[in-house]
């Protein structure tokens, strides 16, 4: 799970995908990471933690870090947050394997609209809530995809 300072986005979408993941019995590895480095070792924005507080998902052990082109290696799945991330992500990737691993998160739900995910850093409570709506309808869908 790739935004681009990996404490609000990304680590919304860790915490939640773990969750979902957890319910479901599947044992699942899932990472966040950015692709800046401005907030490495930090924790997730406030703002984030707090919404997820509100559906029962815990994120405070979480701190921040930037995307290593390893993870293309590690992961059999990146996706991006938002067109930003994407094109960072893809500019990162060296081969065809490399990019078949990549897509944006959104497009689990809507296949091929390359539905960005807003950042909220700069706006209110609203703008995690939404991230919060959006990404829990993907992990839904990804759990959904893995079990059958
Ligand atoms: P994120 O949000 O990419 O969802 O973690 C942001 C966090 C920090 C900044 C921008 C977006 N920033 O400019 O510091």
Known sequence: MVCLG??????MAEGILRKEFEIKGLEIQVDS??????HIGEPADERAQKELRKHGIDISYERAQKFKYEYFAEYDRIFAM????Y?????MAKTDKDRAKLDMIMNVVDKGRNISIPDPYYGGDEGFARVYRMLKSAAEKLVEIEIN
């Open 6 to 11: 990996n404490i609000c986005r990304s680590p």
């Open 33 to 38: 990471a950015g692709t800046a480095a401005y």
């Open 82 to 85: 938002d067109q930003s991330n």
């Open 87 to 91: 094109a960072d992500l893809l500019y």
